[in-house]
């Protein structure tokens, strides 16, 4: 149910910018405020960094394999 009549969903998005998204919303909303009223102490923000860096790269390889599927890299021996 889409409730935002402005919404234009993009069906062409990939691993990397819907993670970026989520990641920029998750920061946005709790990190940043949690921040600056120090509640972070430098082990957990040493921990959402790696686990932002994990993150990453998981999109990082679910995009390689979207561009397979999609044969973006496609050539005279594709998947042989």
């Known amino acids: 149910?889409?409730?935002n009549p402005d919404?234009?969903?993009d069906n062409n998005l990939d691993a990397?910018?819907?993670m970026q998204v989520c990641m920029d919303g998750i920061a946005i909303t709790l990190l940043?405020?949690?921040m600056e009223?120090?509640?972070l102490?430098?082990?957990d923000q040493n921990l959402l960094g790696v686990i932002g860096m994990t993150l990453k790269?998981?999109?990082g390889k679910a995009r390689a394999?979207?561009?397979?599927?999609?044969g973006a890299d496609q050539g005279k021996h594709f998947r042989n």
């Open 7 to 9: 919404f234009a969903s």
């Open 32 to 34: 940043q405020p949690a």
């Open 37 to 39: 009223k120090d509640e």
């Open 57 to 59: 790269t998981i999109a």
């Open 65 to 70: 394999f979207e561009a397979i599927q999609d």
């Open 16 to 18: 990397e910018t819907a």
């Open 41 to 43: 102490s430098e082990d």
């Open 1 to 3: 149910m889409n409730i």
